[in-house]
Structures are given as structure tokens and as C-alpha cells.
């Protein structure tokens, strides 16, 4: 108790009143991420730095006073991550969200981490230039949260994840020291690379305060077509052969036929063939050349047995078909009433092992789960259902889970591509890596966080 006292006393003595809040309400709002079903503590207070100075200050009192810290962005994580632990500190970044400076000669961007992703993409554009990671969360997520959790997206396959933009970084150590990691420069080899460390790094070794972006130029419309079919191993052939051709799509991506059906019951009409087995959506953006790459996988589609295949060339009919895959979880969540979203990825070789294994294991364990995702990068988002309100069905659906994630790791791949792990897939983590790299991990957040007060019990 006297450690709460004294952090609420010391935020008190640095910040105005508006930038924290004790409110019981408030604190019960802000502490959980979109993820369902995963713990969510009670925290001490919540706090809203505007600089880095301050954040670093709140960091040095909070490990005096050995209060654990929570960085948080705009809360849309899946696994949990920025959830509350009991007697935590939330620090929401959100209020530090200045675009510092859009260089168009270095194709660049320097932001504050709480930016939210969609509006850097926006500002950037405005410029001719360009910013790829695309999740689907793009409106919500901030900057901070995307480098966080090195979030990925539709456009990933041809542009690849944040990680790939990040060029330089300030961070917050949990010993509150200010580190500038990374380069401005497109090259830079001198020492060793912590900004990729602290990319993917969910909040466990430093609080990420400032970044340094690159850009493309801007690319093409967006042009997209879908093909459906009645076997999901004739759509992975004609995935196989999208990926293989030189046309480099900008996404591609797969909905299963439960998928399709449930999102014919939102829709309440047949948007599109009820007896379909899997539906392949890609697009292209490439200058000058999309509409005939679109044609060129028009006809994949129909030489791998494409019983339906729609091209679109307008902006609002590419968006009406990309908006099939963003029903995917609306459709199933009131399908199924509620479900587990996994996001497991492997080589894409495995793909048609992966797609059989999930059904094996829904029918072995009699669970709902449906799949779709992004098949051009080989991560997939099975969606497990289950009834929120019986724990048989709850226990099932997180046996499945864990299942499906054993099968990823067992066929070479990852239990999460990318939504991190958070609480949610930390007991599954040794599933996928050794006693001994995990050991390592630890010895490396040892260094940035002594006291181990960043987000402790997460990623780890
Ligand atoms: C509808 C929907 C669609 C989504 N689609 C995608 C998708 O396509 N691809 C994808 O990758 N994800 C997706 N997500 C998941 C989520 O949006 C991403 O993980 C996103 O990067 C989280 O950003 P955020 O700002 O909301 O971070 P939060 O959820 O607030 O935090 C995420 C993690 O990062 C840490 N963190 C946040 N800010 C900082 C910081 N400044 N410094 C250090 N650590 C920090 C937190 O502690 C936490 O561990 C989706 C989520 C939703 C709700």
C-alpha cells in the first residue's frame, strides 16, 4: 500500500491532473486490449506522458518504487498485451502523437510512437510518398503498437511487416534511460541492430517514445480480383501459382467455405456461392500494370478450376471485394457467438497440412473453426468457436487452440505471425522455442529491465 501511495504521490508532484487518473472507472476501461477472454488485473493508475523526458522519469519512479509498468497504445492488440496486471501502472502513449517531420528527400517519416497508423499513412501520402503496413486495425492501432507487436497486414506480402520500415528509435529502459537505437540513414551497420530487438518486442524491453520511418513512393491504384471454388486444394494450387508468377501481388488472401457462409447470414443473401469451398481475393498496385496482372490472375483463377471469378478495376468494387475479407470476423463471431482468434503462420509449403490438420482437429474435438487469412505469406487466422456461456465448450475451444498452435510449430511454422504473444500464447511458447533460446530472451530483457518491471508476465 505504500507503494501505491508513493507512485500515486510522485505522478502527482510531475504531471498535471489531466495527464493521469486513478478513477476506478476510467482504470476499468482502459485496461484491457480487444483480445477476448484473457485475464485483465486490477492497475494502480493510468498515466498519459506527453514527452520523453516524462516517460523516462515516471520509468526511474516507478522501478524505485518497484511498481510494474504496462506501455499501452491504443489498446487494439489480440493477445492481451497491453491488458492490465493487478497494482500495475498503465503508460498510454497516446497522447505523445506529433508527426515530427515527413522528409520526401530521405523518404522518411519521424513520428511520436502514439500516432495512429492511419493518419501517418494519410500525412505521408499527402507527400507522394508511401507507408505499406496496412493492418486491419490501421485506424485504431498507433505507430508504437505496430513497431510493438511488428504488426503485418494484407499488403505485407508484397511490401513486407513494419519491422521492415523501422529505421531508427528512441526508447525508455526500465532503468529509465533514454536510448537512440537504429540509423537515420537507408544503411548502417555500426554495432549491433537493437532497434530490430525492440521490434516485436511487446513492451518488454523499452518503451518505444519516438521513430524514424521509411517510405516508398506512391504506388498504383489498387486493382483486385476474387476467384471462388469448390475445393480449397485447387484454390492453394492457384495461390502457389499467384505467388510463383512474376506479378508480385499486393495481397492475397483466402476465406474458408464456412467463412463464405457465414458471411452470406450477415449479409442475409447469397453474396456468394453458398456451396464454395474456399475464396482467393488478390490485388494488385503495381503502376501501369495492375489491371494486367489482374487479368493474369483472373486466369489462374480459371485454370485451377475457379468456378466464379470477379475483376474490379474501380476503386469502390476493389474495395467491395476486400471488404468480404474484412467481414471475416463479424461473420463468424455471430456465427459462433464468440471465438479465438489464432494467427499462426508456416512455410508456405505446408499450407495444404496446415488447412487439414485445423479440420482434423475440429472434427476430432467436435469445434467450429473456420480459416482465412493471409495465404500468400502462409499466416493463417483460424477462428475457433465456442459458446461464452458454457465452460465445456469454453474448455474445448482452448484445447483446440492449443492444438492448432502445437501443428504450426510441429510443420516448421510459428504460433503467432503476427499478433504477438501478450498472456494469451505465452504458456504455448515453448512449443515453438527451446528451453535455451527462451533462456536467452531472458537474459537479454535482464539487460534493458533489470527489475523486470515492463510488462512482466507477457511475450516471455
Ligand atoms: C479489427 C482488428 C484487426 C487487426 N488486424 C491486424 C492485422 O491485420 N495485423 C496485425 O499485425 N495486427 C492486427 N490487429 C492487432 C493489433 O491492432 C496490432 O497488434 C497493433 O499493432 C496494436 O497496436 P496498438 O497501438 O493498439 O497497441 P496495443 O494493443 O496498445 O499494444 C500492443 C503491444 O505493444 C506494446 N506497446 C504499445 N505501445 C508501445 C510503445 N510505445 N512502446 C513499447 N511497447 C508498446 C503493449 O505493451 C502491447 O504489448 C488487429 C486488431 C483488431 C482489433
Same mark, same amino acid.
Given at each position: 500500500?505504500?507503494?501505491?501511495?508513493?507512485?500515486?504521490?510522485?505522478?502527482?508532484?510531475?504531471?498535471?491532473?489531466?495527464?493521469?487518473?486513478?478513477?476506478?472507472?476510467?482504470?476499468?476501461?482502459?485496461?484491457?486490449?480487444?483480445?477476448?477472454?484473457?485475464?485483465?488485473?486490477?492497475?494502480?493508475?493510468?498515466?498519459?506522458?506527453?514527452?520523453?523526458?516524462?516517460?523516462?522519469?515516471?520509468?526511474?519512479?516507478?522501478?524505485?518504487?518497484?511498481?510494474?509498468?504496462?506501455?499501452?497504445?491504443?489498446?487494439?492488440?489480440?493477445?492481451?498485451?497491453?491488458?492490465?496486471?493487478?497494482?500495475?501502472?498503465?503508460?498510454?502513449?497516446?497522447?505523445?502523437?506529433?508527426?515530427? =517531420?515527413?522528409?520526401?528527400?530521405?523518404?522518411?517519416?519521424?513520428?511520436?510512437?502514439?500516432?495512429?497508423?492511419?493518419?501517418?499513412?494519410?500525412?505521408?501520402?499527402?507527400?507522394?510518398?508511401?507507408?505499406?503496413?496496412?493492418?486491419?486495425?490501421?485506424?485504431?492501432?498507433?505507430?508504437?503498437?505496430?513497431?510493438?507487436?511488428?504488426?503485418?497486414?494484407?499488403?505485407?506480402?508484397?511490401?513486407?511487416?513494419?519491422?521492415?520500415?523501422?529505421?531508427?528509435?528512441?526508447?525508455?529502459?526500465?532503468?529509465?534511460?533514454?536510448?537512440?537505437?537504429?540509423?537515420?540513414?537507408?544503411?548502417?551497420?555500426?554495432?549491433?541492430?537493437?532497434?530490430?530487438?525492440?521490434?516485436?518486442?511487446?513492451?518488454?524491453?523499452?518503451?518505444?517514445?519516438?521513430?524514424?520511418?521509411?517510405?516508398?513512393?506512391?504506388?498504383?491504384?489498387?486493382?483486385?480480383?476474387?476467384?471462388?471454388?469448390?475445393?480449397?486444394?485447387?484454390?492453394?494450387?492457384?495461390?502457389?501459382?499467384?505467388?510463383?508468377?512474376?506479378?508480385?501481388?499486393?495481397?492475397?488472401?483466402?476465406?474458408?467455405?464456412?467463412?463464405?457462409?457465414?458471411?452470406?447470414?450477415?449479409?442475409?443473401?447469397?453474396?456468394?456461392?453458398?456451396?464454395?469451398?474456399?475464396?482467393?481475393?488478390?490485388?494488385?498496385?503495381?503502376?501501369?500494370?495492375?489491371?494486367?496482372?489482374?487479368?493474369?490472375?483472373?486466369?489462374?483463377?480459371?485454370?485451377?478450376?475457379?468456378?466464379?471469378?470477379?475483376?474490379?478495376?474501380?476503386?469502390?468494387?476493389?474495395?467491395?471485394?476486400?471488404?468480404?475479407?474484412?467481414?471475416?470476423?463479424?461473420?463468424?463471431?455471430?456465427?459462433?457467438?464468440?471465438?479465438?482468434?489464432?494467427?499462426?503462420?508456416?512455410?508456405?509449403?505446408?499450407?495444404?497440412?496446415?488447412?487439414?490438420?485445423?479440420?482434423?482437429?475440429?472434427?476430432?474435438?467436435?469445434?467450429?473453426?473456420?480459416?482465412?487469412?493471409?495465404?500468400?505469406?502462409?499466416?493463417?487466422?483460424?477462428?475457433?468457436?465456442?459458446?461464452?456461456?458454457?465452460?465445456?465448450?469454453?474448455?474445448?475451444?482452448?484445447?483446440?487452440?492449443?492444438?492448432?498452435?502445437?501443428?504450426?510449430?510441429?510443420?516448421?511454422?510459428?504460433?503467432?505471425? =503476427?499478433?504477438?504473444?501478450?498472456?494469451?500464447?505465452?504458456?504455448?511458447?515453448?512449443?515453438?522455442?527451446?528451453?535455451?533460446?527462451?533462456?536467452?530472451?531472458?537474459?537479454?530483457?535482464?539487460?534493458?529491465?533489470?527489475?523486470?518491471?515492463?510488462?512482466?508476465?507477457?511475450?516471455?
Amino acid at each position: 500500500m505504500k507503494t501505491a501511495t508513493s507512485i500515486i504521490d510522485t505522478l502527482s508532484m510531475l504531471l498535471p491532473a489531466e495527464d493521469y487518473s486513478t478513477d476506478r472507472e476510467h482504470l476499468d476501461r482502459m485496461s484491457g486490449d480487444s483480445a477476448d477472454d484473457v485475464a485483465i488485473g486490477a492497475p494502480l493508475a493510468i498515466v498519459y506522458p506527453r514527452t520523453t523526458q516524462q516517460v523516462s522519469t515516471i520509468v526511474r519512479a516507478a522501478a524505485a518504487a518497484k511498481v510494474p509498468l504496462v506501455p499501452q497504445g491504443a489498446r487494439s492488440g489480440l493477445v492481451g498485451g497491453a491488458n492490465a496486471t493487478d497494482g500495475a501502472l498503465l503508460l498510454n502513449l497516446t497522447r505523445m502523437d506529433a508527426i515530427r =517531420e515527413i522528409s520526401v528527400a530521405d523518404q522518411t517519416v519521424t513520428c511520436e510512437a502514439g500516432v495512429n497508423t492511419k493518419r501517418l499513412a494519410d500525412a505521408v501520402a499527402e507527400h507522394g510518398l508511401f507507408y505499406p503496413p496496412d493492418p486491419g486495425s490501421v485506424s485504431l492501432s498507433t505507430i508504437g503498437g505496430n513497431v510493438a507487436t511488428n504488426a503485418g497486414g494484407m499488403q505485407c506480402l508484397k511490401y513486407g511487416t513494419t519491422g521492415r520500415f523501422v529505421r531508427a528509435m528512441t526508447v525508455v529502459t526500465g532503468t529509465g534511460e533514454v536510448l537512440e537505437l537504429g540509423h537515420a540513414t537507408a544503411k548502417g551497420v555500426a554495432g549491433l541492430d537493437l532497434a530490430a530487438l525492440f521490434v516485436g518486442s511487446e513492451g518488454t524491453l523499452g518503451i518505444v517514445t519516438e521513430v524514424t520511418l521509411a517510405l516508398l513512393p506512391a504506388p498504383g491504384p489498387l486493382m483486385g480480383a476474387y476467384g471462388v471454388f469448390v475445393d480449397m486444394d485447387q484454390a492453394l494450387e492457384a495461390a502457389n501459382a499467384i505467388v510463383a508468377s512474376p506479378f508480385g501481388p499486393a495481397a492475397l488472401e483466402v476465406l474458408d467455405g464456412q467463412i463464405i457462409r457465414a458471411i452470406n447470414e450477415l449479409n442475409r443473401e447469397e453474396v456468394l456461392p453458398g456451396d464454395a469451398e474456399a475464396l482467393l481475393i488478390v490485388q494488385s498496385d503495381t503502376i501501369d500494370r495492375a489491371e494486367a496482372d489482374i487479368a493474369a490472375f483472373a486466369e489462374i483463377f480459371s485454370t485451377f478450376g475457379a468456378t466464379k471469378v470477379v475483376t474490379a478495376t474501380e476503386p469502390q468494387a476493389v474495395s467491395d471485394i476486400m471488404n468480404l475479407r474484412r467481414q471475416l470476423h463479424p461473420a463468424t463471431r455471430r456465427a459462433y457467438g464468440s471465438v479465438l482468434n489464432e494467427d499462426i503462420a508456416v512455410p508456405r509449403g505446408r499450407m495444404r497440412e496446415l488447412i487439414a490438420g485445423v479440420s482434423g482437429i475440429a472434427e476430432e474435438l467436435g469445434v467450429p473453426i473456420a480459416t482465412g487469412g493471409h495465404v500468400g505469406d502462409g499466416n493463417l487466422h483460424p477462428l475457433i468457436g465456442f459458446d461464452p456461456r458454457d465452460p465445456s465448450s469454453r474448455a474445448l475451444a482452448n484445447k483446440a487452440f492449443e492444438r492448432v498452435m502445437a501443428l504450426a510449430a510441429e510443420l516448421g511454422g510459428t504460433i503467432t505471425g =503476427e499478433h504477438g504473444v501478450g498472456i494469451l500464447k505465452r504458456s504455448v511458447v515453448g512449443a515453438e522455442l527451446s528451453p535455451e533460446v527462451r533462456a536467452a530472451q531472458k537474459a537479454i530483457k535482464a539487460v534493458f529491465d533489470p527489475a523486470g518491471i515492463l510488462n512482466p508476465g507477457k511475450k516471455l
